[in-house]
């Protein structure tokens, strides 16, 4: 989401209605990581957790990166919101994900894995805004800047759909197969939510394509059972998957 106005403290009705939807769900059911991610950002949100910004300053962009070397917004534009709404929008999604793929990846592993993706998609946002730059001669892609944990939600979604049968889903009222469902909701909320980052939804869907697809994704499993001893389980389609493309 593209910063717009500066964040008011305190409890909003977006996260009331979070903390209901949290309730609704079971909180003994929302895995460890998951839960903690979620509180992390709705405290960071209302001011609870104190740091020496605003979401605005730590808004992402190429510019901010390429130029200024701005790596505090390299770390920390994922983890901040525009809005209590688009907060609430963004962790009702990551409770349905980290529900799902916590508890079968392992509670260490899906922090690693977290954290490489966020880094990923810091990455691939300011690669991208860098190149259509550089494609189109709009420096406006170079300059705009995005704050929010969309992209990593994009990411695990992909994963999500990697690790499942293909099946229909419902997207936005449409009835579409998983295989696409993503690139299908990617194209509903930029014509829905115009003051969404399209650039971050996009990189966030390119970097769960890189995991569940490339070699990289097998790197990126070595060195996480490296480093916690415990391999990530995938399910038998998503070997498949990643195998059908590029072996």
């Known amino acids: ?17 979070l ?6 769900y079971g909180i003994d059911k929302i895995p460890p990581v998951t839960l903690i991610t979620i ?6 949100y209302v001011g609870l957790i104190k740091v ?13 990166i390429f130029k200024y070397r701005d790596w505090n917004s390299f770390l920390m534009s994922n983890f901040e ?18 529900s799902y793929l916590e508890p079968m990846y392992g509670t260490i592993n899906f922090v690693i894995l977290l954290a490489i993706l966020s880094c990923g998609c810091s990455a691939m946002y300011v690669g991208l805004g860098y190149a259509l730059m550089q494609l189109t001669g709009d420096y406006g892609y170079y300059t705009q800047c995005a704050i929010g944990f969309s992209a990593i939600l994009f990411a695990l979604k992909v994963i999500v759909v990697c690790e499942e049968y293909d099946r ?20 509903l909320i930029h014509l829905l939510v115009p003051q969404s980052s399209f650039i971050g ?28 001893g415990t391999p990530i389980i995938h399910e038998e389609q998503f070997y498949r998957r990643r195998s059908s493309l590029f072996r």
């Not at 403290?9 to 977006?14: C, E, P, R, S």
């Not at 809005?83 to 349905?96: A, K, P, Q, R, T």
């Not at 569940?212 to 916690?228: H, P, S």
Request: charged share 15%; with cysteine.
């Open 39 to 44: 509180i992390a950002q709705v405290l960071l």
């Open 81 to 98: 919101h525009g809005s209590d709404m688009h907060l609430y929008y963004n962790m009702v999604s990551l409770i349905l994900k980290g």
């Open 52 to 64: 020496p910004w605003n979401a605005e300053e730590v808004c992402i962009s190429a510019v901010k």
């Open 168 to 187: 229909i889903q419902d997207v936005g009222g449409l009835r579409v197969s998983s295989k696409i469902a993503v690139w299908v909701e990617l194209i």
């Open 19 to 24: 903390g209901m939807q949290a309730l609704n």
């Open 1 to 17: 989401m593209r910063p717009t106005q500066r964040r008011q403290q305190g409890l909003q009705y977006g996260i009331y209605l």
């Open 201 to 228: 939804h996009l990189g966030g869907i390119l970097v769960g394509c890189i995991y569940c697809y490339t070699f990289i994704g097998e790197m990126i499993d070595n060195i996480i059972y490296t480093v916690t």
